[in-house]
């Protein structure tokens, strides 16, 4: 009970359950931020920042078997057919759950794939726009993975009985006349195993045949019933196992490098995801899933492409756990797959992504074994979490959770292929049921089903069990569960590695009949571990700037500080979401408990980029500008988004919009938001020049190279130019000069604007079509209708923050954090500017295809989504 009181005072918030969770890995945490829980026959999805919110479900139905074929009745006391037959009736549950990158629903998201203990893989979205709490299925995986092996014959080469090649010819022969004797075969099949059911007499066993019991009640059959043949109980026992998908895992974003002409153009255009599957017979099947080309707000139909590409012997028992890994390479980049069995083995693959990419058919080479791991324990692989620290790419680390509870670390060298064993602790008592690498390759956290969450700290080839940090942040929920648990099955990192969530499964016998047991069957319990230390030599070099902020202790601010300062440089690359919810939130909490060291955290930060004299001071004002001009894009947007969410969340958006629209000063403001009011006044700005000027420059790209091939080319073309060359007019004293020599050239060329781009001088009223004239960048007033007494009716209209045009009456995308609508995307360009003035080869690399434009805002820099109901999900990035 004292460690269970010391897990509780750790966390800062826990949510409940409907049903319990079973198996490893029973939580994932998406690059959203959106935690699914497999429990039971349930996959929960809930939002971190609101776990009691509205939530999301995917609910497992009863799934038909495959047609794989009927076995002779004498074969149905077989030893391989007996594990088949004891499971037909259980409800299935979820075994299996994994993310896709961001970037693979039809609405920018991530797809979940979900595998069953019945062997089934399902691909599934966020339901956009159903208002429904169910989510939507998009591609059945084992359907496909079923048709293609009933294409090849299962890839059996056993010659069949000469009675059971007579039986099946027989039936081929019935079967040609179909119409309404479609199931003669099928129930002819049925017919001699329910004979050999009754010669069994008190046997309890049931048979076994692809078709279940409930299809029998239905009169007419589907087209697949024709073709079953009688095959052999080792036969049906093979096929059963390649059908029988046990854990899947998403690999990271891959894209096509520049220099391999021969790649197929239908795969240039997106980015593309594996997705493996491994199976009962030890195969693993690879999928290859591509971004959808466009992302759209109002349609979700949008259909998910999943092609298998490659299928190969990766172990000769079950695959109990899988793990990716990327390893960035600008000539040759590659991904690892860590594969894990119930024999103990353990094997790591190599794959190209330049072969996965254009692989067209399926093949057993796309991976090639890299290094097999031996190892004395023989207990199953139950977790394998695989990662590469950023500051040394040749290193690889691979954490190994099994089934008796130890804990295994090996550090490889990719060149070499040589893995060293670093230690082997007894880390716990129970099956290891979660792994998670934080801080790089800084810590390693484990859970077990004995209901232990712990840390480690790799230090001298050596694992270190070191305490889980305390809640220091104070944060509370105000809806709480006991903390009467068993069972821990699976833990998840946020997106910036500040937070953990783990789930449990209660202790039934400590909760209250009455109430709690009918309805608590598991927990969510979220813990932060931003206050991780990771120094184990960190007293010995005091930081004398915290010395000034009371309340903690020194040590712990000091993890604070370096574990956030690790986050903002994770998030700096441009090819991360920038999801930050577990920075703001933490900051929000310090906020009311030590409100300078928010502050001494994020200057320390800005620092790093504008130099380090820089300070928080009204005469700095002056000189913002100059250095907002030479910080990266990813920069300013995670600046504008931490000022307007932590300094000035006491304030609408709305509110500061309006201030910003004419880049005035905030002389009324409150002297503590004064400096960040001019500090997001002067980032928006920035990146609104950013934004005007390359739209500028692309078009005048496009007029430069007026040739034939130049304009045939699919070349991304400007939107909203009319209003963006209004807007210079109307701030021409505020803004920088190379802004308005661009904006003087597009002035010169505006009569041919009309046939290079979407060109609109005048818009009109989309209720009444009266003119809309162009005032603020933020909304948009019509003149109205004229009625009889002279009195018009005008319209307050959304003005998009991409294009600056006045947005449909469609659903348009929207941003959590500054609340801006948009109807346009931005190219994707212009999240990876490095500094201003832009540079016009950067631009005019930019004008080429592009990849799937993700709906991106372009001042915050967050995925944008469609507004949601209060009573649907909805995930929160910041």
Not at 60 to 67: E, T
Request: glycine share 4%; with cysteine; net charge negative.
């Amino acid at each position: 009970m004292s460690r269970m009181k010391t897990m509780s005072q750790q966390r800062f918030q826990a949510a409940a359950l409907v049903a319990s969770p079973s198996y490893p890995n029973a939580v994932a945490w998406s690059e959203e931020n959106l935690i699914a829980v497999a429990s039971g026959h349930l996959v929960t999805i809930l939002n971190p920042a609101t776990p009691v919110a509205p939530r999301g479900l995917i609910t497992l139905p009863a799934y038909k078997p495959f047609p794989i074929g009927v076995i002779h009745p004498q074969d149905i006391l077989a030893p391989c057919i007996l594990p088949t037959s004891l499971s037909r009736d259980a409800r299935p549950c979820v075994r299996s759950i994994s993310w896709s990158p961001i970037g693979y629903a039809p609405n920018a998201g991530c797809l979940l794939a979900v595998c069953s203990t019945d062997g089934h893989v399902k691909l599934y979205r966020m339901p956009c726009c159903e208002y429904s709490a169910e989510w939507i299925e998009v591609a059945d995986i084992s359907e496909m993975f079923h048709s293609y092996l009933a294409s090849v014959n299962f890839k059996e080469s056993d010659v069949l009985s000469s009675g059971i090649v007579e039986e099946q010819i027989n039936d081929t022969q019935m079967d040609q006349s179909c119409g309404d004797t479609q199931q003669v075969s099928i129930l002819k099949a049925l017919t001699v195993v329910e004979n050999a059911r009754g010669n069994l007499k008190n046997n309890n066993v049931r048979d076994i045949v692809a078709v279940p019991d409930s299809r029998r009640k239905h009169a007419k059959k589907g087209p697949e019933d024709c073709n079953l043949s009688l095959i052999t109980a080792e036969q049906f026992a093979s096929r059963n196992s390649m059908l029988a998908s046990l854990v899947v895992a998403w690999s990271p974003d891959m894209i096509l490098t520049a220099g391999v002409e021969e790649a197929s153009a239908d795969y240039v255009l997106s980015n593309c995801s594996v997705l493996a599957v491994g199976a009962k017979s030890g195969r693993i099947s690879l999928w290859r899933i591509c971004q959808p080309q466009r992302y759209s707000s109002t349609n979700s139909r949008e259909l998910t492409t999943a092609s298998l590409i490659g299928l190969f012997q990766a172990h000769d028992s079950w695959i109990t756990a899988l793990s990716w890994l990327h390893i960035s390479d600008a000539s040759n980049p590659q991904l690892l797959l860590a594969t894990g069995s119930s024999n103990g083995c353990v094997k790591v693959w190599q794959a190209y992504v330049n072969q996965l990419l254009k692989s067209s058919e399926v093949s057993d080479v796309l991976v090639s074994l890299l290094k097999e791991i031996s190892t004395i324990d023989s207990s199953p692989a139950s977790v394998i979490s695989f990662t590469v620290p950023i500051e040394s790419t040749g290193k690889l680390f691979l954490a190994i959770g099994r089934g008796s509870g130890s804990l295994e670390v090996w550090i490889g060298e990719l060149k070499s292929s040589n893995f060293d064993k670093a230690c082997c602790p007894d880390a716990h008592e129970h099956i290891v049921t979660g792994l998670a690498w934080a801080f790089g390759t800084n810590c390693l956290y484990s859970c077990s089903q004995d209901d232990t969450v712990r840390c480690w700290i790799l230090h001298d080839d050596v694992l270190s069990g070191v305490p889980l940090p305390s809640n220091t942040t104070g944060v509370r929920s105000q809806f709480d569960v006991p903390n009467v648990y068993d069972s821990c099955f699976g833990l998840a990192l946020s997106p910036g590695n500040l937070a953990m969530a783990a789930v449990h499964s209660f202790d039934t016998d400590l909760l209250d009949p009455m109430y709690e047991a009918r309805t608590l069957k598991g927990a969510i319990e979220f813990l932060w571990i931003g206050g991780q230390q990771l120094d184990l030599t960190l007293n010995t070099h005091p930081d004398p700037e915290l010395e000034a902020f009371t309340g903690l202790p020194e040590r712990e601010l000091m993890s604070w500080k370096n574990n956030v300062f690790w986050s903002f440089n994770q998030f700096e690359h441009v090819n991360k979401p920038l999801v930050i919810w577990d920075v703001v939130a933490p900051f929000l909490a310090f906020r009311q408990s030590i409100p300078p060291y928010v502050e001494h955290i994020l200057i320390r930060w800005m620092r790093t980029f504008f130099g380090s004299e820089f300070e928080v001071s009204p005469s700095i004002s002056s000189k913002i500008c100059k250095l907002l001009s030479n910080t990266t894009s990813r920069q300013l947007h995670m600046l504008n988004v931490i000022s307007r969410c932590v300094f000035l969340k006491e304030l609408k958006a709305e509110q500061i919009n309006s201030k910003l629209q004419d880049f005035e000063g905030f002389d009324g403001a409150e002297p503590h938001q004064s400096f960040w009011l001019n500090l997001v006044c002067n980032i928006e700005k920035e990146l609104r020049e950013r934004l005007v000027c390359f739209n500028f420059l692309a078009i005048l790209r496009i007029v430069s190279n007026s040739t034939a091939e130049f304009s045939k080319s699919r070349c991304w073309t400007a939107v909203g130019l009319g209003q963006m060359v209004q807007w210079v007019a109307s701030n021409a004293d505020k803004l920088s000069y190379h802004v308005k020599v661009l904006a003087e050239k597009i002035g010169k060329i505006d009569k041919r604007l009309r046939s290079l781009c979407d060109y609109v001088a005048e818009e009109r009223c989309s209720f009444c079509s009266a003119p809309v004239p162009f005032e603020s960048t933020e909304v948009a007033f019509c003149e109205g209708e004229r009625i009889d007494d002279g009195v018009g009716q005008s319209h307050k209209l959304r003005r998009c923050a991409v294009s600056m045009m006045v947005c449909p009456n469609t659903p348009t995308w929207f941003c959590i954090c500054c609340h801006r609508y948009a109807s346009s995307l931005a190219h994707t360009a212009l999240f990876t500017m490095p500094k201003s003035p832009l540079d016009s080869n950067h631009v005019s690399e930019s004008l080429t295809p592009e990849e799937s434009r993700k709906p991106l805002c372009p001042f915050c820099g967050i995925l944008l989504q469609r507004p949601q109901p209060d009573f649907l999900l909805s995930p929160s990035p910041v």
